[in-house]
């Protein structure tokens, strides 16, 4: 009898933890390599909810995408392996979250009023942008164009560091435009070594002036982007230029023709594992014209568990930089 009893009562139990098991196996996160769909957001899996101190924590330089949704939300992942070397678990860090961004035609006649995804005619064929426009409560008569890491190094407008770049600058007051440079994501063409993708930007602010002429133009980027944006801020008239990580010893910055007037900050990692701080700083040194430098102390080139330093660095840098209210 009793070893009919003990017998009963571990077929109860069991049958109470087959739910809570089949509830855990549900709820774990499931990631997917990208793909492109003719909708990109059918038949994609749960998205990847990560608290922003997790997204900071685990993020690492960008990998392959990955991409997930849930209810017309899109969410941007990479995939970065953990310290120890290949063939460990998977880590998915989330850079990019927006409510399915409008599709719009190649060339929009005016600076969409909500964010966007579109086309630009570029020197090399199409150019991938994305617009975002700021709160009107906030709303300054500027757009911010900004720039994206090393195309050949898994550079995209989705690194997470360009996002934050992106919003700091729309917090502030500014519209924004991110753009992949030519041979990257959708848009057309081959990595050019830094010269024609300055044309690309120099493009894409064409655009801008167009559409917005009386705005002001802002120039961004972050380590490759912060070159081209630097390399091609006068000849842009850029009327500030925000410069995260410039990538001084990797390229000649020493020929570049540099800006003398615009307001010009530059915000520097002194852990950076990419590019040597030491040569950015004495390199800041030798200018005739001083930006304003903001070195961060134990922070990497990725600005990993620092991405909201640097966004509060940013916003406290441009907030005497802002041009006029808009309307």
Request: overall charge positive.
């Amino acid at each position: 009898m009793r070893l009919q009893l003990r017998k009963e009562c571990l077929e109860v139990r069991l049958q109470r933890r087959v739910p809570h098991r089949q509830q855990r196996q549900r709820s774990r996160q499931r990631v997917v390599p990208a793909q492109s769909p003719a909708d990109p957001l059918q038949g994609l899996p749960e998205p990847a909810g990560l608290a922003p101190h997790e997204v900071a924590h685990r993020a690492a330089q960008l990998q392959p995408l990955v991409v997930t949704g849930q209810q017309r939300m899109c969410q941007v992942v990479h995939r970065a392996h953990p310290p120890g070397g290949c063939g460990q678990r998977t880590l998915a860090a989330v850079i990019i979250v927006c409510m399915n961004p409008s599709a719009l035609p190649t060339d929009p006649a005016s600076f969409p009023g909500q964010t966007a995804s579109f086309m630009l005619d570029g020197p090399a064929g199409k150019l991938e942008t994305i617009s975002e426009v700021a709160a009107p409560v906030t709303a300054r008569r500027g757009v911010a164009v900004i720039c994206h890491p090393h195309p050949l190094q898994g550079g995209t407008m989705h690194n997470k560091v360009v996002t934050m770049i992106e919003r700091a600058l729309r917090e502030s007051g500014l519209d924004t435009i991110r753009f992949n440079f030519r041979g990257t994501g959708k848009s057309d063409g081959a990595y050019d070594d830094g010269r024609g993708e300055g044309d690309d930007l120099a493009a894409v602010a064409a655009w801008v002036r167009r559409v917005r002429p009386g705005d002001a133009l802002w120039l961004a980027g972050f380590s490759f982007g912060s070159y081209v944006s630097i390399a091609n801020a006068v000849r842009l008239h850029a009327d500030a230029l925000i410069s995260i990580a410039p990538p001084v010893g990797r390229w000649a910055f020493e020929t570049l023709d540099l800006p003398s007037s615009c307001p010009w900050l530059i915000v520097q990692g002194e852990d950076d594992e990419v590019v040597e701080p030491q040569a950015v700083f004495d390199w800041v040194d030798t200018l005739e014209q001083k930006p304003e430098l903001v070195r961060m102390p134990e922070t990497s080139h990725f600005f990993h568990r620092r991405l909201m330093d640097l966004r509060g660095a940013i916003k406290h840098a441009v907030r005497d930089w802002l041009p006029p209210r808009r309307p």
